[in-house]
């Protein structure tokens, strides 16, 4: 006689993964639930900060070589007051859901790192101006958000500016124009060609 106790049911195995252990009570099973979650997200965001720092962004020489070495020279990176804007700063968002979705993306900048695409200066400044159009049009798109984590319209003492900083500025706030509209080139050096011809920055 067949025991139906142990006789396999359809969806037996959904059936035992919803009930709890007859070996660990459900309070046992939900505190390792818990602590494995801790351990994970602990690790998760540990792996994320570790990958969200300026000597993380210039341990290949494509950056540390070129557009590291530009920043350097700017406000970016020496000025009177000490505030330096590092390289996630400017190009990862600090909302989450957001950063995430930039980290999805520098996976195809992994890809190109192993391909060598930009792997000696000759090939880097035959890309620039395509790298930088990438960089602008995010820029367009999030409204300066990267930019306004630090420079606020209404935090700005216009009696202290020039007027044609006001005007432009102006116009910023009127939602005519955001930041990176006027301010390529503020931390790298623009791209040849946009310099010859800043209709350059259009198209792809």
């Known amino acids: 006689m067949v025991d139906k106790q142990h006789t396999p049911q359809s969806g037996g195995i959904w059936e035992m993964l919803k009930r709890p252990s007859s070996k660990y009570s459900l309070g ?3 505190l390792v ?12 965001n ?26 350097k020279d700017t ?42 695409t930009i792997d000696t200066p000759e090939k ?23 930019c306004r984590n630090c420079h606020n319209f209404e935090s700005m003492d216009y009696t202290e500016q020039g007027r044609r900083a006001v005007r432009q500025h102006e116009k910023g706030l009127a939602g ?5 509209d006027c301010h390529k080139g503020i931390a790298h050096s623009l791209p040849a060609m946009y310099e010859e011809d800043p209709s350059a920055a259009i198209g792809q």
């Open 46 to 71: 540990t792996a994320m900060e570790a990958t969200n720092n300026e000597d993380f962004c210039i341990s290949c020489h494509e950056m540390r070589d070129n557009v590291y070495e530009e920043y």
């Open 124 to 146: 880097f400044e035959a890309k620039r101006l395509e790298l930088a159009r990438h960089v602008w049009a995010t820029m367009k798109k999030t409204d300066s958000r990267e």
């Open 176 to 180: 005519d124009k955001t930041c990176i």
């Open 28 to 30: 046992a099973l939900l």
């Open 33 to 44: 639930g818990i602590v494995a979650g801790i351990i994970f997200w602990g690790g998760f």
């Open 75 to 116: 406000v970016h990176y020496s000025n009177r007051t000490g505030v330096r804007a590092t390289c996630p700063d400017c190009h990862v968002p600090k909302e989450w859901t957001y950063k995430m979705i930039r980290k999805i993306q520098a996976s195809n900048e992994l890809l190109h790192k192993a391909l060598g």
